[in-house]
């Protein structure tokens, strides 16, 4: 009599573990979904991280501007993957001139042009509405069309283009 006792209570148990698991939502997958009001279809996008933008590696290489040498990034697999696809990111606004912007892992006061952090820990921002005005050190969450750049140590290493600011 035990023993049927036993059996039917792991059997319950284990039909409430069962019950218990679900799956993963789409929010926590590392993917959001915008519905288009034209067609109500909805457009999936990535979503990047600092740390996965930290992934990176630099060799040093001369060029005609820089005999003595310079770091250029090694972009990797993953990020290659991810270039020309729409992504989510989020940071602080950090402010270049009057009309261009940079997003930043960090707030002005320990970005990247303080010397507290590197390279990619800053991406180009190109808004889809070239007039927009924001603050330094807003927090936004943009989405847009990411690319990387491993050839123009002049330029920055990661750019998100066609943004347009979903939260923040």
């Not at 279809?41 to 005999?67: E, M, N």
């Not at 991810?82 to 970005?111: H, Q, R």
Request: overall charge positive.
């Amino acid at each position: 009599m035990r023993k049927n006792y036993f059996i039917v209570a792991v059997i319950m148990f284990s039909g409430l573990m069962l019950m218990s698991l679900r799956t993963p939502s789409l929010q926590n997958s590392g993917f959001t979904t915008t519905n288009t009001k034209a067609d109500n279809t909805a457009v999936f996008s990535d979503t990047l991280s600092w740390k996965l933008l930290g992934q990176i590696k630099y060799i040093k290489k001369s060029t005609d501007d820089y005999p003595e040498g310079v770091m250029f990034p090694v972009v990797n697999p993953t990020l290659k993957a991810k270039s020309k696809k729409t992504i989510i990111m989020s940071g602080f606004i950090i402010p270049i001139d009057n009309k261009s912007y940079a997003l930043s892992k960090n707030v002005f006061a320990s970005c990247f042009f303080c010397g507290q952090a590197g390279p990619e820990t800053i991406m180009g921002i190109k808004f889809k509405n070239p007039n927009m005005k924001l603050k330094t050190d807003q927090y936004v969450t943009l989405e847009g069309t990411f690319r990387y750049n491993d050839s123009d140590v002049d330029d920055w290493i990661y750019h998100i283009e066609n943004a347009v600011i979903i939260k923040g």
